[in-house]
């Protein structure tokens, strides 16, 4: 049977099908995927094409890390028994699997590289080099370490002494590096050279990003059918197609109404300044129909941002209106506030925006197009990156899961996750693979839109989640239980200057803070709302991909 982006998710068990769904990039969720797949090759009467395609998802895990010899040996193995791999990839894998060998004591390197002691780390890295030169496993930590701590020269001679089936791997690091740098010319070369090697699909799949990126906007989407075709298990490919055949990759379309663009800020002037001054410049007069007034809320400040605001308020006139605290209330309260507020009230739809993000000119109309896909969406979002490292991707479209089969049942331990969201863009550096839109469970309170009426509706943000941290996703699954969805439109892209997730909790005050309210949040949700919550997203993406696949199925027919 032929494996189509159309037949391929209707005829997987339900379980491979959902892990497909959340996407189908990373390390991680390729190796569940594919084990679900699998497990259930040899009892299936399409037993021959899931394990072709359980293969092609091992290979596709392996593809986003070559030298990790674990993956590798999963593949040699299955090679063995039921050969399939191309010969110049079959020869890289076994390169691989030969050459890695771990230690069997990591405790004192996993020690320091969990403190980020870079210093240490290389250091311990090339004394086991010095040792043992051709050990791929020590390879593979310089080439971490390399991208950890931005080194590219440390990271290309650690690379130099590859296996030739290997030799991909240093024009790949070269392509990444190229990229974080802005140099997509270059990393365009480098994938160039790589293929050249090894005619890897990710390899094509990068080349074609970085061409976009180079200005090549003809040939890069003109590879996509072809990596379908190889690929039709690729959802996010898929999505990416779609929404290229459709005309939906640049679309900008004014808010059917009046829109309030909605700020808050604690003593962060300097940012808040470059914040406003970004928005100031954004092409906020054709964003809405009724035209765009902003509302930036002074949340307590000690510092110059009443100055800051006086200065815009002088600049900008009308559009601009300020809101001063005599106390910092918290972000959640900082929302309710500006969502009640007289400035607001004539507006027909909400933006709110942190003060510490720097926006692309048509931020709102790329919006307005995400309302204009689905309109009967609760609330819009955008794919969030790392300002300084904007590779990063902080944040994308983002799904509910079961918590760990491990988590304690008892709702009193602090530790026990009864659900999580899924991470999947932290998995990968963002080489276009989360540049579509679709509906999901949550979006990032970066950037997020919501209808006016329908968010005082709802209810404000969770003042028990203050004063931050989880408030906006907990607003989310509450649309979600009241029948609304989620939209992500990773067409707009919002650079972020605060690090988020671990590395952005500087102290413990912090990372307490953030603990106890991931714990609330568990709390807030019954099992009964969870349950639906899963359902209802689990429903609505299949149908919204299918729908999307089959129009990419016809495109790409051969």
């Not at 390197?109 to 870079?118: D, K, L, N, T, V």
Request: glycine residues 6%; proline residues 6%; aromatic residues 6%.
């Amino acid at each position: 049977m032929p494996l189509t982006t159309w037949t391929m998710l209707r005829d997987l068990a339900p379980e491979a099908a959902e892990s497909l769904l959340l996407g189908s990039v990373g390390e991680s969720r390729h190796m569940v995927t594919a084990d679900l797949i699998l497990a259930g090759a040899n009892s299936d009467p399409h037993g021959a094409w899931l394990l072709e395609l359980g293969r092609d998802m091992l290979l596709a895990a392996w593809e986003e890390d070559p030298l990790n010899g674990a993956m590798a040996r999963r593949l040699a193995a299955l090679e063995k028994t039921a050969p399939g791999l191309e010969p110049d990839v079959a020869a890289a894998v076994a390169a691989t699997a030969a050459g890695w060998r771990p230690p069997d004591d990591l405790r004192y390197f996993q020690r320091i590289a969990m403190r980020r002691e870079y210093a240490k780390v290389a250091a311990f890295i090339d004394a086991r080099l010095a040792k043992e030169p051709d050990n791929l496993f020590w390879v593979q930590r310089a080439l971490i370490h390399a991208a950890v701590a931005e080194d590219q020269d440390y990271a290309l001679e650690r690379l130099s002494g590859l296996p030739v089936p290997l030799a991909f791997v240093t024009h790949t690091a070269q392509a990444a590096f190229a990229m974080r740098a802005g140099r997509h010319a270059e990393a365009v070369e480098a994938l160039s050279r790589a293929l050249d090697t090894t005619a890897l699909p990710l390899l094509a799949e990068r080349l074609s990003h970085c061409l976009l990126q180079a200005g090549a906007s003809d040939a890069a989407p003109g590879v996509w059918p072809d990596l379908v075709r190889r690929r039709p298990w690729h959802v996010n490919l898929v999505l990416r197609l779609y929404d290229a055949l459709a005309g939906r990759t640049h679309d900008v379309t004014p808010l059917p109404g009046a829109a309030a663009v909605c700020l808050y800020s604690y003593n962060k002037a300097e940012l808040l300044d470059a914040t406003l001054a970004g928005l100031m410049d954004s092409d906020l007069d054709a964003a809405a129909q009724g035209g765009v007034t902003i509302v930036a809320l002074d949340n307590g400040s000690t510092d110059a941002t009443a100055e800051v605001l006086a200065a815009w308020r002088g600049k900008a006139g009308q559009r601009l209106r300020t809101i001063s605290l005599p106390v910092n209330v918290g972000a959640a309260a900082a929302r309710n506030w500006l969502m009640h507020a007289p400035e607001t009230a004539e507006a027909d739809f909400l933006a709110y925006l942190d003060d510490d993000t720097e926006l692309p000119p048509d931020w709102l109309g790329r919006l307005g197009a995400a309302v204009a896909a689905y309109p009967e969406a609760g609330v819009w979002g955008c794919k969030v990156v790392d300002h300084a490292a904007p590779l990063t991707v902080q944040h994308a479209d983002m799904h509910v899961l079961p918590g760990p089969p491990d988590a304690p049942p008892d709702p009193e331990r602090v530790m026990g996750r009864r659900f999580v969201l899924s991470t999947t863009f932290a998995e990968v550096l963002d080489f276009g693979h989360f540049d579509y839109l679709r509906p999901c469970a949550s979006v990032t309170g970066c950037c997020h839109l919501f209808r006016a009426r329908d968010l005082r509706q709802t209810g404000g943000f969770s003042i028990h989640l203050s004063p931050s941290q989880y408030d906006d996703v907990e607003h989310d699954l509450r649309l979600s239980r009241q029948g609304a969805t989620a939209v992500y439109q990773g067409h707009l892209r919002v650079r972020h200057k605060k690090i988020a997730g671990r590395l952005g909790r500087t102290d413990a005050a912090q990372h307490g803070n953030a603990t106890g309210n991931m714990y609330k949040l568990q709390a807030m949700v019954t099992d009964r709302d969870l349950e639906d919550i899963m359902t209802r997203e689990r429903e609505t993406l299949e149908r919204d991909y299918l729908d999307k696949a089959a129009l990419v199925a016809e495109a790409t027919a051969s």
